[in-house]
């Protein structure tokens, strides 16, 4: 695809290209830039704060290491992300644990909800208790989702990627993408249309 290069891309472009040509600042210019995007995104894995800095630095070390393989055929956060997303796997799988539940969802969050305008008067004990209800429905469903389909709707509604910087970030089709995006809002809506109501027809 002969797309535009944007200038920020271009901008990581030449700081990577001076970083695998030895200039170790040009590195932690990237690093200063994405440390925390990154830490952000693998906080919907990992729950502990301090886990979440040592995995987001391992993935640094890793991409720094890596550094000398990337051609830039993606934008170097996608290819960051996808380094981070599979340490973030690889230290759950090394603590024997699955990515944890979070346990309350933003109120912003709750606000792009359909059918859920009471909770924009988030002071009165029934609607604090609707928004924890549905915080914890959501990040339930999140978590009975296969995989794929977390990680493709945490990068798609948590981080904003477009369709196609989530499906360089998991190396698969555009189309694969949309259906694990389109599958797992399906699934997230079908455990919170009890709690507003809502009819088969509509989705979050």
């Known amino acids: 695809m002969n797309e535009p290069v944007s200038g920020e891309r271009q901008i990581d472009q030449i700081l990577v290209e001076r970083a695998q040509a030895g200039d170790k600042h040009a590195f932690e210019l990237l690093v200063s830039k994405y440390q925390r995007k990154l830490g952000r995104l693998l906080s919907r894995f990992i729950r502990d704060a301090a886990e979440v800095e040592d995995v987001t630095q391992e993935a640094f070390i890793k991409a720094y290491r890596a550094l000398p393989t990337f051609r830039g055929d993606s934008a170097f956060y996608t290819w960051l992300y996808r380094i981070g997303i599979n340490t973030a796997k690889n230290f759950l799988v090394s603590q024997g644990r699955r990515a944890p539940t979070v346990t309350k969802l933003d109120a912003e969050e709750s606000e792009g909800l359909e059918d859920a305008d009471a909770l924009h008067d988030l ?19 999140m978590e ?16 904003g990627l477009s369709y196609e910087e989530i499906a360089q970030a998991m190396s698969c089709p555009i189309g694969t993408v949309r259906s694990r995006i389109f599958r797992a809002r399906e699934a997230v809506a079908d455990k919170l249309r009890p709690l507003l109501g809502t009819s088969q027809d509509r989705r979050w």
């Open 144 to 159: 009975a989702l296969p995989e794929e389909l977390r990680v493709a709707l945490t990068l798609r509604e948590i981080e």
């Open 123 to 141: 002071n009165t004990p029934e609607t604090a208790l609707l928004t924890q209800e549905i915080g914890q429905t959501v990040n339930a469903a």
